[in-house]
């Protein structure tokens, strides 16, 4: 059973316009999120984080957002750029202590210049 | 800035050989970790090790085994590889943080 899920497998957006990547989790253990950018042939590269006791954390073009009762996190990025094509991983954890991370099956994201 | 180095980045192997896919890490990390990306999968953790010598079993351990003999190395091993472990292999190190730092990656092709 999957516990974190993005459920739309690929975005477009034009250039400069606004990214939103969704991810959805069912454990209600996870109390920290992390987004994940990964290009073709490269190891994903940490991109951005939030702890639960949060509601949003920013980070220049990069802002998430969780809604905790909804167990529903988004990535934002405004604006987008061409570079940020690529995959974007979700990946939760149960803090403290837990070595492990439950990520989702990505989004890829295409920025049209 | 961490360093995660995979010994490398493409491997073609036959069904039935056994295959090494070296990992090492430069920031004294005492977790480590095995995963493989497949389209349409995500990253699927096989195992992790939380120090020297110890290891867990991850979601899809069948078919893999791994050797943690220093802190910086962490060894995953296909004791016969077979053509559905045609995937992308990734390493991850992580600190006490919850951050993980991964490898370039290996992409390995069983025949």
């Known amino acids: 059973d999957q516990q974190v899920k993005q459920n739309s497998p690929s975005l477009s957006v034009q250039e400069g316009r606004i990214s939103i990547l969704n991810c959805d989790y069912t454990?209600?253990?996870?109390?920290?999120f992390l987004w994940y950018k990964k290009y073709p042939a490269e190891g994903p590269t940490f991109l951005i984080s939030i702890s639960s006791i949060k509601d949003k954390n920013e980070d220049g073009r990069f802002t998430v957002f969780l809604n905790k009762s909804a167990k529903h996190l988004s990535l934002h990025i405004v604006p987008s750029q061409p570079g940020d094509s690529a995959v974007y991983f979700c990946a939760a954890s149960e803090g403290a202590g837990s070595y492990q991370l439950t990520f989702g099956k990505g989004t890829k994201l295409s920025v049209i210049p | 800035d961490v360093k995660v180095t995979q010994s490398s980045r493409y491997l073609v192997k036959r069904t039935g050989e056994k295959v090494f896919l070296e990992c090492v890490q430069d920031m004294d990390h005492e977790n480590m970790f095995w995963y493989r990306q497949d389209p349409g999968l995500g990253l699927r953790l096989i195992y992790f090790?939380?120090?020297?010598?110890?290891?867990e079993k991850g979601d899809i351990p069948e078919g893999y085994s791994v050797s943690r003999e220093k802190k910086e190395r962490f060894s995953l091993i296909l004791e016969s590889a077979s053509t559905n472990q045609t995937s992308m292999y990734l390493c991850?190190?992580?600190?006490?943080?919850?951050?993980?730092?991964f490898g370039p990656g290996t992409r390995l092709t069983v025949l």
């Open positions: 454990n209600s253990m996870f109390d920290y």
């Open positions: 090790s939380y120090d020297v010598k110890m290891k």
């Open positions: 991850a190190s992580m600190g006490s943080g919850n951050e993980q730092f």
